[in-house]
T-cell receptor, first 108, second 112 residues
Framework: AQRVTQPEKLLSVFKGAPVELKCNYSYSGSPELFWYVQYSRQRLQLLLRHISRESIKGFTADLNKGETSFHLKKPFAQEEDSAMYYCALKNYGQNFVFGPGTRLSVLP | NAGVTQTPKFQVLKTGQSMTLQCAQDMNHEYMSWYRQDPGMGLRLIHYSVGAGITDQGEVPNGYNVSRSTTEDFPLRLLSAAPSQTSVYFC???????????FGQGTRLTVV
């Protein structure tokens, strides 16, 4: 069955420190993976997708098929990065399977 | 650009009451879906629709009904609300040619 896991419910780092939000998945076939972010009292919005190999707001994520991981990284965290982060896998059709989410708190 | 609009933003229901959560999108997306967001569980798919007149069940459909009479609207009905349906509900839309989904702002529902 398709599944996404995010082992950390809460991750606290100091401003300027590196941050890594972990995501692992199980999927048969070629996965399409995404990171969505939800800032306080706002809607979910796409942060980045693996097929684009892009860097958004300083965040990057690399798909590692051998380890079935799609960890989100940023070298220097900023206070405005504090939010809820969801790793998601595109399932059948246009549906998504979401992980439980990791709340990132960047401390001053 | 309105995008995906959900109403209401907040709602309190008594057990057994019924209500409809509204979702509308103005992007001409054929695909719409409803998720519920619960702490520690992420977002779980309730129902989805691949076009007007076509709906199907997701992971957690029990207690919810949907219909899709137009491309723009995808209402979610709670027939007899239960405390277990206390959650934040998100509507999303996308299109076959897109890789991302667009989400509404959510409806926070409390059933007492």
């Amino acid at each position: 069955a398709q599944r996404v896991t995010q082992p950390e419910k809460l991750l606290s780092v100091f401003k300027g420190a590196p941050v890594e939000l972990k995501c692992n998945y199980s999927y048969s076939g070629s996965p399409e993976l995404f990171w969505y972010v939800q800032y306080s009292r706002q809607r979910l919005q796409l942060l980045l997708r693996h097929i684009s190999r892009e860097s958004i707001k300083g965040f990057t994520a690399d798909l590692n098929k051998g380890e079935t991981s799609f960890h989100l990284k940023k070298p220097f965290a900023q206070e405005e990065d504090s939010a809820m982060y969801y790793c998601a896998l595109k399932n059948y059709g246009q549906n998504f399977v979401f992980g439980p989410g990791t709340r990132l708190s960047v401390l001053p | 650009n309105a995008g995906v609009t959900q109403t209401p933003k907040f709602q309190v229901l008594k057990t057994g009451q019924s209500m409809t959560l509204q979702c509308a999108q103005d992007m001409n997306h054929e695909y719409m879906s409803w998720y519920r967001q619960d702490p520690g569980m992420g977002l779980r798919l309730i129902h989805y629709s691949v076009g007007a007149g076509i709906t199907d069940q997701g992971e957690v459909p029990n207690g919810y009904n949907v219909s899709r009479s137009t491309t723009e609207d995808f209402p979610l009905r709670l027939l007899s609300a239960a405390p277990s349906q206390t959650s934040v509900y998100f509507c999303a839309s996308t299109s076959q040619g897109l890789t991302e989904a667009f989400f509404g702002q959510g409806t926070r529902l409390t059933v007492v």
